[in-house]
């Protein structure tokens, strides 16, 4: 799997994409969580152009992949002929709440990245929504600011930064459990953003799980 997302990034950077921001260690934690869990569906808020669904699709062909974006244009690139992900031009809240409730799977992996494009910020209304359902989650939350990894970007909206602290706060607002998690270490990359996991009312197999990747070490 390794050599192959490897190769993949490579691509990506040959012609010019930005595929999980062409970082190996991102796309492996993507890969390892996909793998571990056994996942079938994964949810992207935020498509953009669609490079990194592309990416994880060619990895794992037969994942379902469901994935918004509120600009038209970038749909329609992130499409180009493709009809083997399910690309939509949506508000992700409407998006996720459609999804959480007509998707019939015990587990889902939620991909929150919709913010930025016109200043637009719906994580927290995003977090408050997951964590008032009932079902078990993993997100990964993108631009995320990640306690003394002081390399690591981020983004801020308004004044409010996309951290730990934010993500801990808001789901603290609703009914759910959650554990959060973030990379294992720090290293070096051209284009390092900050993300962090967490882990939606997990039971004791799913914390096992995510205690057991290398990749990523638990914080909360």
């Known amino acids: 799997m390794e050599n192959k997302i490897t190769e993949l990034i490579n691509q990506s950077i040959k012609d010019g994409k930005d595929c999980m921001c062409n970082d190996n260690r991102f796309a492996n934690e993507f890969a390892s969580i996909i793998s571990k869990f056994n996942l079938n569906i994964f949810i992207e808020t935020g498509s953009y152009l669609g490079h ?3 990416l994880i699709k060619s990895l794992f062909p037969k994942l ?3 994935s ?3 600009n038209n244009s970038y749909v329609e690139i992130a499409k180009n002929g493709n009809d083997s992900i399910n690309y939509e031009v949506k508000d992700s809240i409407p998006f996720l709440k459609e999804k959480i409730e007509l998707l019939n799977e015990k ?3 939620i991909f929150l990245d919709a913010h930025g494009f016109g ?3 719906p994580l927290e209304e ?3 929504l997951i964590g008032n359902s009932t079902k078990q989650f993993i997100l990964c939350i993108h631009d995320c600011k990640i306690p003394n990894y002081n390399n690591f970007g981020y983004d801020t909206y308004g004044g409010v930064s996309i951290s730990t602290e934010l ?3 808001t789901l603290k607002k609703t009914n759910c459990s959650f554990n959060i998690y973030i990379p294992s270490e720090q290293y070096s990359h051209f284009n390092l953003r900050g993300r962090c996991y967490v882990l939606i009312n997990p039971d004791k197999e799913m914390i096992r799980n995510m205690n ?3 990749l990523l070490k638990g914080i909360l």
């Open 52 to 54: 990194s669904s592309d």
């Open 64 to 66: 379902e992949i469901y």
């Open 68 to 70: 918004c974006d509120i």
């Open 107 to 109: 587990l889902l992996f």
């Open 119 to 121: 200043g637009d910020f």
């Open 126 to 128: 995003e977090l408050l």
């Open 167 to 169: 993500i801990e706060k």
């Open 212 to 214: 057991d990747n290398k």
